[in-house]
């Protein structure tokens, strides 16, 4: 597709269980992000892949969060044990970075998770 | 650490008002202030700005920027419903690669 493409759309699980959200950029992004967005919330940002370079996970809440990147392309976002302050919307976004300007993010309709 | 303030948190209007929503900055690094409107998912990019004082237009929406006050306001003239949104201020910065956004302004557009 052309836009940035999220999965699943809504996740309802259970306190302490494990989930995964995953991401697909627009094709030939270079820099994919994680973002959080809880009710009434602005964007809290998560983590953020450039390329080949080393993620910068400065943003991540706790070592129950990780996210990966595969072959530069989907990002795979993973919440280990949930809790219910876990429930928000997981928005992925994407840019075709050129020099040290962020520049415009594309992003994602976003998964809904909702820990019980 | 960079901190970026929208105000109001909430408005309210009808059809055919124009609304002035605003957002300060605080960066050691800028480098550009983007506006975004989220309508039920996706936040959708509007503007993109660098330079004080050069409005940027689109349409009924409009924005600029001020470098030196630190901050931004985004102008929407005879609103619509369809103006209903969160509207979300961004800022790129001293926090590289990423950008760092406001809490946002929810505008509610009554016929």
């Known amino acids: 597709g052309a836009g940035v493409s999220q999965s699943p759309s809504n996740k309802v699980t259970e306190k302490g269980k494990d989930v995964e959200l995953r991401c697909d950029p627009i094709?030939?992004?270079?820099?994919l992000y994680w973002y959080r967005q809880s009710l009434g919330q602005g964007l809290e940002f998560l983590i953020y892949?450039?390329?080949?370079?080393?993620?910068?996970k400065s943003g991540l809440p706790s070592d129950r969060f990780s996210a990966e990147r595969t072959g530069g392309s989907v990002s795979t976002l993973t919440i280990q044990r949930t809790q219910q302050e876990d429930s928000a919307v997981y928005l992925c976004?994407?840019?075709?970075?050129?020099?040290?300007?962020?520049?415009?993010?594309?992003f994602g309709e976003g998964s809904r998770l909702t820990v019980l | 650490e960079d901190k970026v303030v929208q105000s109001p948190l909430s408005l309210v209007v009808h059809e055919g008002d124009t609304v002035t929503l605003n957002c300060s900055y605080e960066?050691?690094?800028?480098?550009?202030l983007l506006w975004y409107k989220q309508e039920k998912k996706a936040p959708t990019f509007l503007f993109m700005l660098?330079?004080?004082?050069i409005e940027k237009k689109s349409g009924r929406l409009s924005s600029i920027l001020d470098k030196k006050e630190l901050f931004s306001i985004l102008n929407i003239t005879a609103t619509q419903t369809g103006d209903s949104a969160i509207y979300l201020c961004?800022?790129?910065?001293?926090?590289?690669?990423?950008?760092?956004f406001g809490q946002g302004t929810i505008l509610t557009v009554h016929p």
């Open positions: 976004a994407s840019s075709q970075r050129q020099g040290p300007n962020t520049g415009e993010l594309f």
């Open positions: 961004a800022v790129d910065g001293t926090s590289y690669g990423k950008l760092t």
């Open positions: 094709s030939g992004h270079t820099a």
């Open positions: 960066v050691t690094n800028f480098r550009s």
């Open positions: 660098t330079s004080s004082g």
């Open positions: 892949f450039q390329g080949n370079s080393a993620p910068d």
